[in-house]
Every structure is written in C-alpha cells, then in structure tokens.
T-cell receptor
Framework: EADIYQTPRYLVIGTGKKITLECSQT?????MYWYQQDPGMELHLIHY???????EKGDLSSESTVSRIRTEHFPLTLESARPSHTSQYLC?????????????FGQGTRLTVV | GQNIDQPTEMTATEGAIVQINCTYQ??????LFWYQQHAGEAPTFLSY????GLEEKGRFSSFLSRSKGYSYLLLKELQMKDSASYLC?????????FGTGTRLQVFP
C-alpha cells in the first residue's frame, strides 16, 4: 500500500481566502506531482518536482504555487481562492526520475470555493 | 503540442473482453502507463510499456506500438468491479501526462 497522504480530504472555503493543500509521502520518493481533476474529466498536471528545492510548472496554467523544502513534503498554496479553483487536487510521487517507476497517488483533496 | 486520446466511454458485459485504445502524440516518450480509477478514488497503477509488444498481467494486458503512437489495454473475463475509468499516461521526458480517460461500464 502506498504511503502518500493528502489533507484535507474535503474543503469548502470562501472566495479570497488563502489555502494550503498538504501532501506528504513516507517512501523517500524524489519525484512529486500535483494534478487537477474535475469530476469525470482528465488529470491535468499543474506542478511537479524532481526533489528538494526543485519545482516546475506543468502543462495546465495554474494560479497556485508549490514548495519542496523537504523530500517528503510538497504543499500546494492558493493565495486567493476563487470559484474557478473548485476541483479535485491529486498529489502523486514516484521513486526517481527513472521513467519505469509507477506513480503512487494520494486520496485527493476535493476543494469547493464559494 | 501534446495529445493523448482515448474513447470517452465504453460499455461491456460481465465475462466479456474489452479493448481500450490510446493514441498519443508527445514531444518525448519514455514509456506508457495504464491506471485504473474508481469514482471518487485515486488512480492505481495497472501496467507499464516502454518497448513494442504485449505485457500480460493476469486478466489485464497492455500493448504498445511506438511507431504508431498507439497502445491498448485489454481486459478479459470482465467483472462488475472493473467498472471504472481507465487512464492512459505517457512519461514525456521528465513528467507524467495523462490522457482523457475512458469510463468503462460493465453490465450483468
């Protein structure tokens, strides 16, 4: 079983609030990802990281930011939440930059901005 | 640009065989993954192909043709619990990019 955790699982928040979605993994994985997924739709890569102090933007433009100060922790922050940010956010990690290693996913955070 | 295309929805009968296709056009290619995702849950890994040919894993098999930019996932002896979305993902140079996903519904 994968050891990757996201908190909170569900979040309802007002417009303009600052929020941080947490993602932690205990597998020592270097590679971490954040995806955004609307219900029944595809996963869009918004951020990824090769390791500590590395952050890259994904293919989907996002108003969120990420940090990677520790290997196990990859939080995603929205400075000012808007209704358009309502979505599910999935965090994933993989062992290394080797392409043949599977990515493990957290259970996701379902965010609703009202 | 990058395109990873799959049929949106498929239906099949319990006990049958179903093939879910995936075509891709990406700037780089270091392998193709298939994931299963039940509604409201996280994706889970099914298979990985990097060389042309068929990889078999129990009831599930995955095929890759790099020259055609094509893969399929074959599910045999379908069970009701196989009703889920099936996601094709390409490892493009340094990141994992997902396709549109195929929602499979299995009927008794």
């Amino acid at each position: 079983e994968a050891d990757i955790y996201q908190t909170p699982r569900y979040l309802v928040i007002g417009t303009g609030k600052k929020i941080t979605l947490e993602c932690s993994q205990t597998m020592g994985h270097d590679k971490m990802y954040w995806y955004q997924q609307d219900p029944g739709m595809e996963l869009h890569l918004i951020h990824y990281s090769y390791g500590v102090n590395s952050t890259e933007k994904g293919d989907l433009s996002s108003e969120s930011t990420v940090s990677r100060i520790r290997t196990e922790h990859f939080p995603l922050t929205l400075e000012s939440a808007r209704p358009s940010h309502t979505s599910q956010y999935l965090c994933a990690s993989s062992e290394s930059a080797q392409p043949n290693t599977e990515a493990f996913f957290g259970q996701g955070t379902r965010l609703t901005v009202v | 640009g990058q395109n990873i295309d799959q049929p949106t929805e498929m239906t099949a009968t319990e006990g049958a065989i179903v093939q879910i296709n995936c075509t891709y056009q990406t700037s780089g290619f270091n392998g193709l993954f298939w994931y299963q995702q039940h509604a409201g849950e996280a994706p889970t890994f099914l298979s990985y192909n990097v060389l042309d040919g068929l990889e078999e894993k129990g009831r599930f098999s995955s095929f890759l043709s790099r020259s055609k930019g094509y893969s399929y996932l074959l599910l045999k002896e379908l069970q009701m619990k196989d009703s889920a979305s099936y996601l094709c993902a390409v490892y493009n140079t340094d990141k994992l990019i997902f396709g549109t996903g195929t929602r499979l519904q299995v009927f008794p």
